[in-house]
C-alpha cells in the first residue's frame, strides 16, 4: 500500500504485484478481487511513471479479455483516450490496444470517433495498425448503414497511404453483400471522388462501387452517367497502373450499362492500347473489340452485375495478428476483448502468424522401409559411418552428399560480379538522363532511351555495330535480375541474331516496381564478330528513376518532416568530394542544384531558412502505392562537404535514395564533360 523510495525496491515489488494481477484476472474466479484489481489499474494508468502506466494498460486490456463485463473499465475511458497523446509511444500503443478491447455496442462510436481524432496526428509507425482496428470496430459494432459507410470512407480519405489493400476491399465486399447499403455507398464514394484532393485508394473504391452500382443512382441530381465518368476520368491520369486497369474495366461496365455515353469511354480504350504497359494496353485493347462486337450479347454476358461474395473470416483479422506476430510476448490470451477471445476462429489466426509457432511445418522423405523420417542434417555424415546398407561400404571415402551451393551453381556471367571494363561512365550519366550511351567500345555502341510512368518503366536498348566491314553473329542478350521479388522484368522482344556492319538491333524491356528495391539489373551482351565477344553492363534502373516531384508549401514540408520523424524513416550521411589525385572536383550551387532535380526532387525555394541548403520532396511509385521522401542538402563550398538527410514514409526508401545521391555528388562538378549525347542512329520515330 506504500510507494517505496528506492526504485529498485519500487521495480521489484511493482513487478511481483502485477503479476499476481496477472494470475487473478487470468483464473477469473474472485469477483472481489476482479473488482479491486479494477479500482487499483485504474490509479496506475493515472502514474507519473511511465512504466506503471505501461503496465497498468497491459494489465487492463488482459481484464477486457477475461472479464465477464467492461463496466469497470468504461469508468476510465477518459484517462485511457487520453493515454493516446502519452509521450511515451509504447504507453499509446497499449493504449489503443485497450481502447479496442473496451469498444462495445454501447460506446462503439464515441471510441471510433475519438481513434478517428487522433488519426490525423498520431506517429506514422501505428497508423496502419490504427486504420485496421478502426475499420474492424466500425463493421463490428454498425448498428446504422450510414454510419458504416461515413466513417470506413472518412477513415480511407484521412489515412491515405496507411490503408492495406485489406482495408478498402473489405468495404467493397460488405456493400456488395448489403443492398442496403449500395445506394448510399454510391452517392458518397462519388462525392470523393468529384473533390479536387482524392487519394487512390478511393478512387478504386469508386472505380469498383460505380461501375457496379452506378445505375442505381444515374438518375439522382449530379450523379448522372456523364458525371460519373468525367469525376473518374479526372484522377485516372495521376493514378497508378493498378488503378488505372480497375478503372477501364469500370468503364466497359459503363459501355454495358450506359450506351449513351459509348463514344467518351471508346475513346479511353483507344488511348490506352497505345500505352506503354503492357497489361493496361491488352485490357483496354480487348475492352475496346468487345464495345465494337455487332451485339451486345457477349458484352451483356461477360460484365453482368458481380454475385456476392462469400462469406469468410474477415480478412483484416489476419492483417492485424500478423502485425503483432513477433512483436510481443506470448499470451494466453488476445487482444480485443472477451468476443475476441471467445472465438476459437480469432485464436487460430494468432497462432499462425506466430513466427516460430504453430505454423511451421516439418520436411519428411520417405526411408528404405517405405515409412516417413525427419530429415536430418547429419544425414549427409551418415553414408560414412559404421552402418552398411546395400553394399554402401564399397564406396567409403567417397563424398556423396548433396553438393554445395558453391559447386552445383553455374556460373552466372551476366551478374554484377561480372561487370566489363568501363561500365560505370555510361551508367552513372544515365542515372541521371532518360537517353543516352550506355557503352561503346571499338566494335559495338550500346544507346539506351527510357521512360517512367508511376511504377512502369520501359526501356529500349540499341547495339549498333560500329564495324564497316564485320557481321555481328550469334547475338544474344542476357538479363539477370538480382532483386526479381520486389523488381519484376518483361522482356518484349530480343534483339536480332545477326547485326550488319554499321546497322543495329534493338531490345525493349519493361520494368514494374513491385516495391523498394536496391540492386539494378544487369545485362550480359555477347557474339560472334572474328572470337566470341561478350560484355556486361549494369543498367540504370533504380529507385529514384520511379520518382516525380512533389510541390510543397514551406508549411507543409515542415509538418511532414516532423511527422515522419528520425530514423528508421531517415538516412543522414556527411561526405566530402573524392580526392583521387586523376582529376580536380569541384562543387558549387549550380552543381547541388542540377543533382536534387536529376534525382526527381522538386527543389522547394525560399523553404530553408539558408538559402545554400536545398530542400525538395517527391513521390516514389511502386505497385503497391505512393511512398512520400523528403530531401535537405546542406553543402559547404569552402570545405567541400555535404550533408545529405533523407527521410521517407517508408523506412527502405531513404538508404537506397542516399546511396545513390552520395556516389553522385561526390564526384563534383568537372569543368569538361565525355561526350554522352543522343545515341547514334536512334530512331525518331520509336
Given at each position: 500500500?506504500?510507494?517505496?523510495?528506492?526504485?529498485?525496491?519500487?521495480?521489484?515489488?511493482?513487478?511481483?504485484?502485477?503479476?499476481?494481477?496477472?494470475?487473478?484476472?487470468?483464473?477469473?474466479?474472485?469477483?472481489?478481487?476482479?473488482?479491486?484489481?479494477?479500482?487499483?489499474?485504474?490509479?496506475?494508468?493515472?502514474?507519473?511513471?511511465?512504466?506503471?502506466?505501461?503496465?497498468?494498460?497491459?494489465?487492463?486490456?488482459?481484464?477486457?479479455?477475461?472479464?465477464?463485463?467492461?463496466?469497470?473499465?468504461?469508468?476510465?475511458?477518459?484517462?485511457?483516450?487520453?493515454?493516446?497523446?502519452?509521450?511515451?509511444?509504447?504507453?499509446?500503443?497499449?493504449?489503443?490496444?485497450?481502447?479496442?478491447?473496451?469498444?462495445?455496442?454501447?460506446?462503439?462510436?464515441?471510441?471510433?470517433?475519438?481513434?478517428?481524432?487522433?488519426?490525423?496526428?498520431?506517429?506514422?509507425?501505428?497508423?496502419?495498425?490504427?486504420?485496421?482496428?478502426?475499420?474492424?470496430?466500425?463493421?463490428?459494432?454498425?448498428?446504422?448503414?450510414?454510419?458504416?459507410?461515413?466513417?470506413?470512407?472518412?477513415?480511407?480519405?484521412?489515412?491515405?497511404?496507411?490503408?492495406?489493400?485489406?482495408?478498402?476491399?473489405?468495404?467493397?465486399?460488405?456493400?456488395?453483400?448489403?443492398?442496403?447499403?449500395?445506394?448510399?455507398?454510391?452517392?458518397?464514394?462519388?462525392?470523393?471522388?468529384?473533390?479536387?484532393?482524392?487519394?487512390?485508394?478511393?478512387?478504386?473504391?469508386?472505380?469498383?462501387?460505380?461501375?457496379?452500382?452506378?445505375?442505381?443512382?444515374?438518375?439522382?441530381?449530379?450523379?448522372?452517367?456523364?458525371?460519373?465518368?468525367?469525376?473518374?476520368?479526372?484522377?485516372?491520369?495521376?493514378?497508378?497502373?493498378?488503378?488505372?486497369?480497375?478503372?477501364?474495366?469500370?468503364?466497359?461496365?459503363?459501355?454495358?450499362?450506359?450506351?449513351?455515353?459509348?463514344?467518351?469511354?471508346?475513346?479511353?480504350?483507344?488511348?490506352?492500347?497505345?500505352?506503354?504497359?503492357?497489361?493496361?494496353?491488352?485490357?483496354?485493347?480487348?475492352?475496346?473489340?468487345?464495345?465494337?462486337?455487332?451485339?451486345?450479347?457477349?458484352?451483356?454476358?461477360?460484365?453482368?452485375?458481380?454475385?456476392?461474395?462469400?462469406?469468410?473470416?474477415?480478412?483484416?483479422?489476419?492483417?492485424?495478428?500478423?502485425?503483432?506476430?513477433?512483436?510481443?510476448?506470448?499470451?494466453?490470451?488476445?487482444?480485443?476483448?472477451?468476443?475476441?477471445?471467445?472465438?476459437?476462429?480469432?485464436?487460430?489466426?494468432?497462432?499462425?502468424?506466430?513466427?516460430?509457432?504453430?505454423?511451421?511445418?516439418?520436411?519428411?522423405?520417405?526411408?528404405?522401409?517405405?515409412?516417413?523420417?525427419?530429415?536430418?542434417?547429419?544425414?549427409?555424415?551418415?553414408?560414412?559411418?559404421?552402418?552398411?546398407?546395400?553394399?554402401?561400404?564399397?564406396?567409403?571415402?567417397?563424398?556423396?552428399?548433396?553438393?554445395?551451393?558453391?559447386?552445383?551453381?553455374?556460373?552466372?556471367?551476366?551478374?554484377?560480379?561480372?561487370?566489363?571494363?568501363?561500365?560505370?561512365?555510361?551508367?552513372?550519366?544515365?542515372?541521371?538522363?532518360?537517353?543516352?550511351?550506355?557503352?561503346?567500345?571499338?566494335?559495338?555502341?550500346?544507346?539506351?532511351?527510357?521512360?517512367?510512368?508511376?511504377?512502369?518503366?520501359?526501356?529500349?536498348?540499341?547495339?549498333?555495330?560500329?564495324?564497316?566491314?564485320?557481321?555481328?553473329?550469334?547475338?544474344?542478350?542476357?538479363?539477370?535480375?538480382?532483386?526479381?521479388?520486389?523488381?519484376?522484368?518483361?522482356?518484349?522482344?530480343?534483339?536480332?541474331?545477326?547485326?550488319?556492319?554499321?546497322?543495329?538491333?534493338?531490345?525493349?524491356?519493361?520494368?514494374?516496381?513491385?516495391?523498394?528495391?536496391?540492386?539494378?539489373?544487369?545485362?550480359?551482351?555477347?557474339?560472334?564478330?572474328?572470337?566470341?565477344?561478350?560484355?556486361?553492363?549494369q543498367l540504370p534502373v533504380v529507385l529514384h528513376k520511379f520518382a516525380d516531384p512533389a510541390d510543397l508549401s514551406s508549411d507543409d514540408f515542415f509538418k511532414r518532416w516532423r511527422q515522419i520523424g528520425g530514423k528508421p524513416r531517415e538516412a543522414q550521411q556527411v561526405f566530402g568530394l573524392l580526392q583521387d589525385g586523376r582529376q580536380e572536383r569541384r562543387m558549387d550551387p549550380a552543381f547541388s542544384n542540377e543533382m536534387a532535380e536529376s534525382f526527381g526532387w522538386k527543389v522547394l525555394k525560399g523553404v530553408d531558412a539558408n538559402e545554400k541548403n536545398i530542400v525538395g520532396a517527391s513521390v516514389v511509385h511502386v505497385a503497391g502505392g505512393k511512398l512520400g521522401a523528403l530531401v535537405r542538402l546542406e553543402?559547404?563550398?569552402?570545405?567541400?562537404?555535404?550533408?545529405?538527410?533523407?527521410?521517407?514514409?517508408?523506412?527502405?526508401?531513404?538508404?537506397?535514395?542516399?546511396?545513390?545521391?552520395?556516389?553522385?555528388?561526390?564526384?563534383?562538378?568537372?569543368?569538361?564533360?565525355?561526350?554522352?549525347?543522343?545515341?547514334?542512329?536512334?530512331?525518331?520515330?520509336?
Amino acid at each position: 500500500m506504500q510507494m517505496p523510495k528506492n526504485v529498485q525496491q519500487n521495480n521489484a515489488q511493482n513487478a511481483v504485484l502485477f503479476e499476481a494481477i496477472n494470475l487473478v484476472i487470468h483464473l477469473d474466479t474472485e469477483q472481489d478481487l476482479m473488482l479491486q484489481i479494477s479500482t487499483r489499474l485504474g490509479k496506475f494508468i493515472s502514474s507519473r511513471e511511465t512504466n506503471v502506466r505501461y503496465l497498468g494498460l497491459e494489465a487492463m486490456t488482459h481484464f477486457a479479455a477475461r472479464s465477464e463485463t467492461l463496466e469497470p473499465i468504461k469508468k476510465h475511458q477518459t484517462i485511457i483516450s487520453g493515454s493516446l497523446r502519452d509521450r511515451d509511444i509504447s504507453v499509446r500503443r497499449k493504449g489503443l490496444d485497450l481502447l479496442y478491447s473496451m469498444c462495445d455496442p454501447s460506446n462503439a462510436q464515441p471510441i471510433v470517433n475519438e481513434l478517428l481524432r487522433y488519426l490525423q496526428t498520431a506517429d506514422f509507425a501505428i497508423r496502419e495498425e490504427m486504420v485496421l482496428k478502426i475499420a474492424i470496430l466500425t463493421e463490428k459494432y454498425a448498428t446504422d448503414v450510414k454510419w458504416y459507410v461515413d466513417i470506413s470512407l472518412r477513415l480511407i480519405a484521412m489515412a491515405g497511404d496507411h490503408v492495406s489493400d485489406e482495408v478498402w476491399q473489405r468495404v467493397i465486399q460488405i456493400v456488395t453483400n448489403n443492398e442496403e447499403l449500395q445506394v448510399y455507398a454510391a452517392q458518397n464514394i462519388l462525392e470523393y471522388v468529384k473533390a479536387d484532393s482524392c487519394h487512390e485508394t478511393l478512387v478504386k473504391i469508386g472505380g469498383y462501387l460505380l461501375g457496379e452500382f452506378g445505375h442505381l443512382i444515374a438518375d439522382t441530381k449530379s450523379c448522372s452517367p456523364i458525371e460519373q465518368f468525367m469525376a473518374l476520368s479526372t484522377k485516372l491520369a495521376g493514378c497508378s497502373s493498378s488503378t488505372r486497369a480497375i478503372l477501364l474495366s469500370t468503364y466497359i461496365k459503363f459501355v454495358n450499362l450506359f450506351p449513351e455515353i459509348k463514344p467518351q469511354l471508346l475513346h479511353v480504350f483507344r488511348a490506352y492500347s497505345h500505352t506503354l504497359d503492357s497489361e493496361l494496353q491488352q485490357r483496354a485493347f480487348e475492352y475496346q473489340s468487345l464495345a465494337l462486337l455487332p451485339t451486345d450479347d457477349l458484352l451483356r454476358t461477360v460484365f453482368d452485375e458481380m454475385p456476392p461474395f462469400p462469406e469468410r473470416t474477415s480478412a483484416l483479422l489476419s492483417r492485424l495478428h500478423g502485425k503483432h506476430a513477433g512483436t510481443s510476448d506470448k499470451r494466453t490470451w488476445v487482444v480485443g476483448g472477451k468476443t475476441a477471445n471467445a472465438d476459437s476462429r480469432e485464436i487460430q489466426l494468432t497462432k499462425q502468424a506466430a513466427p516460430n509457432g504453430h505454423g511451421l511445418k516439418r520436411s519428411f522423405t520417405p526411408t528404405a522401409n517405405g515409412t516417413l523420417s525427419p530429415i536430418a542434417s547429419e544425414s549427409k555424415t551418415a553414408i560414412n559411418g559404421s552402418t552398411n546398407i546395400n553394399g554402401m561400404h564399397d564406396l567409403e571415402g567417397l563424398d556423396l552428399s548433396t553438393p554445395t551451393e558453391a559447386t552445383s551453381k553455374p556460373v552466372n556471367l551476366a551478374s554484377a560480379a561480372h561487370l566489363s571494363p568501363g561500365w560505370e561512365q555510361g551508367y552513372r550519366h544515365l542515372l541521371l538522363e532518360s537517353e543516352g550511351v550506355l557503352y561503346q567500345d571499338s566494335q559495338i555502341q550500346v544507346g539506351l532511351r527510357s521512360e517512367y510512368r508511376g511504377p512502369v518503366g520501359c526501356l529500349i536498348l540499341y547495339f549498333h555495330n560500329r564495324s564497316t566491314s564485320a557481321t555481328m553473329g550469334s547475338f544474344t542478350s542476357t538479363l539477370d535480375n538480382p532483386d526479381s521479388t520486389k523488381l519484376k522484368i518483361d522482356t518484349k522482344n530480343l534483339p536480332d541474331s545477326s547485326v550488319a556492319p554499321l546497322a543495329q538491333a534493338q531490345q525493349t524491356i519493361m520494368f514494374n516496381a513491385l516495391s523498394v528495391f536496391d540492386k539494378p539489373p544487369t545485362i550480359r551482351i555477347s557474339y560472334l564478330a572474328g572470337s566470341l565477344q561478350a560484355v556486361t553492363l549494369q543498367l540504370p534502373v533504380v529507385l529514384h528513376k520511379f520518382a516525380d516531384p512533389a510541390d510543397l508549401s514551406s508549411d507543409d514540408f515542415f509538418k511532414r518532416w516532423r511527422q515522419i520523424g528520425g530514423k528508421p524513416r531517415e538516412a543522414q550521411q556527411v561526405f566530402g568530394l573524392l580526392q583521387d589525385g586523376r582529376q580536380e572536383r569541384r562543387m558549387d550551387p549550380a552543381f547541388s542544384n542540377e543533382m536534387a532535380e536529376s534525382f526527381g526532387w522538386k527543389v522547394l525555394k525560399g523553404v530553408d531558412a539558408n538559402e545554400k541548403n536545398i530542400v525538395g520532396a517527391s513521390v516514389v511509385h511502386v505497385a503497391g502505392g505512393k511512398l512520400g521522401a523528403l530531401v535537405r542538402l546542406e553543402p559547404n563550398y569552402e570545405s567541400k562537404m555535404f550533408r545529405l538527410t533523407i527521410r521517407a514514409t517508408d523506412e527502405a526508401v531513404p538508404p537506397v535514395l542516399l546511396k545513390y545521391m552520395v556516389e553522385q555528388l561526390e564526384q563534383g562538378a568537372q569543368d569538361e564533360r565525355s561526350d554522352h549525347g543522343v545515341v547514334r542512329a536512334l530512331d525518331d520515330s520509336q
